[in-house]
């Protein structure tokens, strides 16, 4: 009777992060219905061409997906882990040569009914395949050759995503990576080592970024990727003028700048301006009145739409489901059977931690705006899915978990 119990117990799913989920994706479809529909009749366009109708499409797919991988023991997913990995190493380099050209970038394959982001699912292959990497036995994780071989898998992705450029993307990697290699137990002095090196690499970048002005020996940055830096640590754009501009070229630097921080500005405006409660639901006058661009705010810029018009009550509301939803990943990583189980659940946390963290981070000024998506709010079919695997991840951890 006590095994039986104990099988029903060990087949339940976690239900109170389901709980959580659903409430992010009713929250999620209400503001992406908002968010678009602001200032336009409901009557208009077919109804399967509306943006929210589409993210629910996505929500039920991925779902469905998710229930998929809940299926399939964890333990046999990871054999394939590596061929997922190399296969998305191969789209990410494809959609460098073949991917449509959008703002400046090459991150999707236009497949017409779908823009596919080979990026989103990269990050679950890398989770999947470091995962698999690190539970090696204890003694092998010692070997400076295999904890070379850990950071190359997660460097090789990094580079090529940068190279689209999608820097967001790309910086997630660094702390899920990082992340798993400490839950896994690879010893401290190369971790450690790893920081040394990691944060001298960031404060050199950061000085070329904010105080080399002029030479060929800078650091490659897309130039809009340089000026979002530029406005996020508040540097004058006229310091990095030629020594010879004349008075209307520090006037058009002043102008980019001021241009080039619009958006974080009418972001931080949005999330102040809804008060305690907010102005209501399809209220929003910044998107009416344009001032939040409506390219951006059903997905960079979904969580200041909800600040604006739900206040404060609906902003701590979203904190507080995804505060849920960590916290039951930190438990499912903590009941894991085996190191797999609980490298793999830290991985899936802190990725949707770094996702949520630079999200709504750039969306109060906290973090420099990039493109980066905020899990199961943000519309994008590549997004959502990738968000209801990761939770499908955890799920399948949780089903088989250690049995006390």
């Known amino acids: 009777m006590f095994e039986a119990n104990l099988n029903e117990n060990r087949a339940a799913l976690d239900k109170l992060q389901l709980v959580a989920i659903a409430g992010l994706m009713l929250i999620g479809a209400a503001f992406v219905y908002s968010a678009t529909m602001a200032g336009?009749?409901?009557?208009?366009?077919?109804?399967?061409?509306?943006?929210?109708?589409?993210?629910?499409?996505?929500?039920?797919?991925?779902?469905g997906v998710a229930s998929a991988v809940c299926l399939v023991d964890y333990h046999t997913l990871t054999r394939w882990a590596f061929v997922a990995y190399w296969t998305m190493?191969?789209?990410l380099a494809a959609v460098l040569v073949f991917g449509t050209w959008r703002s400046g970038a090459r991150r999707w394959f236009d497949l017409g009914f779908f823009s596919l982001q080979p990026s989103e699912f990269a990050k679950l292959a890398f989770i999947f395949a470091q995962a698999g990497f690190l539970s090696r036995p204890s003694d092998e994780l010692r070997s400076p050759v295999n904890f070379w071989k850990a950071i190359g898998l997660m460097v090789l992705p990094f580079l090529l995503i940068?190279?689209?450029?999608?820097?967001?993307?790309?910086?997630?990697?660094?702390?899920?990576?990082?992340?798993?290699?400490?839950?896994?137990?690879?010893?401290?002095?190369?971790?450690?080592r790893?920081?040394?090196?990691?944060?001298?690499?960031?404060?050199?970048?950061?000085?070329?970024?904010?105080?080399?002005t002029h030479g060929k020996f800078r650091i490659p940055l897309q130039s809009y990727q340089r000026d979002r830096l530029l406005v996020y640590f508040g540097r004058d754009y006229t310091d990095f003028a030629q020594p010879n501009a004349t008075s209307e070229d520090l006037k058009r630097l002043r102008k980019k700048q001021q241009d080039d921080s619009l958006q974080s500005h009418q972001a931080l405006i949005s999330v102040g301006s809804g008060g305690l409660l907010g102005k209501g639901w399809r209220q929003s006058e910044q998107i009416a009145l344009g001032f939040l661009?409506?390219?951006?705010?059903?997905?960079?810029?979904?969580f200041s739409v909800i600040a604006e018009e739900k206040g404060f009550v609906g902003s701590a509301t979203v904190v507080a489901l995804y505060a849920v939803l960590l916290f039951t990943g930190l438990r499912i990583a903590g009941q894991a059977r085996d190191r797999l189980g609980k490298v793999l659940a830290a991985g899936v946390v802190t990725l949707l931690f770094s996702h949520i963290f630079i999200n709504i981070g750039m969306n109060i000024r906290l973090m420099p705006v990039t493109?980066?998506?905020?899990?199961?709010?943000?519309?994008?079919?590549?997004?959502?899915l990738g968000s209801l695997i990761a939770m499908g991840i955890l799920q399948n951890v949780h089903l088989n978990r250690k049995g006390y």
Not at 194 to 212: E, K, R, Y
Not at 293 to 302: C, L, S, V
């Open 40 to 63: 336009t009749p409901v009557a208009s366009g077919a109804w399967f061409e509306r943006t929210w109708v589409r993210q629910l499409i996505w929500y039920g797919i991925g779902v």
């Open 89 to 91: 190493i191969l789209l």
């Open 162 to 192: 940068m190279k689209e450029p999608d820097l967001g993307s790309a910086l997630v990697f660094l702390p899920t990576g990082f992340a798993m290699m400490v839950v896994a137990g690879t010893p401290r002095r190369f971790l450690w």
């Open 194 to 212: 790893l920081l040394s090196v990691g944060g001298i690499i960031g404060a050199i970048f950061l000085a070329d970024v904010l105080f080399v």
């Open 293 to 302: 661009p409506r390219g951006a705010a059903h997905t960079d810029f979904i």
């Open 371 to 384: 493109g980066i998506p905020l899990p199961l709010l943000s519309y994008g079919g590549s997004s959502v």
